[in-house]
């Protein structure tokens, strides 16, 4: 089918792939309004969210970390398993940030891979995405005895490293140290 469009004859498909990259360039942009992104970008049609995030899951190279900090912006029901596969995808980053914001994203859309993927990140040779990885486990580990106690391992053996105070001293913060979990 051809649409006319300020008198050109464009194809939806152009058309949807033209919003497709202006969508892209507007999430990927070193500076947007978080006006625009909590509102969901209403002026860009689900069609286009959905091209965007399968674009990405297609991996023909590593994205921003801004741009990955944005996407849950544009979940839809249907682009939903695309977007996990590609905050997945880039917990193997070599970009500390991009690890970091796929262990945030994956938590902030309730993917069950989020655990799992912070326990492994307890390891990160990076103090950003080990912090990361105790934001996601916190509050989990409050109920769940052997998540405690990982993140009580994680502390045990990480606390003395040098480049890792941040992450340490969030543990230690959070009470790390006693026993069980509980109140502060």
Known sequence: MT???WGIAMTEAADLAAETERLYAQLNAMEVHPVFLENGL????DESKNALVARL??????????LLARLPYIVT???RANMIKVYQKNLTSPNAQARMESLYSLDRLGAPEATTAARDALRDSADDVVMAAVNVLYPKAQKDPQLWRLLQETYRVRRDTRGFEQSMGLLRDLGIEKTAPGPR
């Open 3 to 5: 649409v006319m469009l």
């Open 42 to 45: 209403p002026e860009y049609s």
């Open 57 to 66: 899951a297609q991996f023909a190279a590593w994205p921003a970390p801004r």
């Open 77 to 79: 029901p249907e682009n």
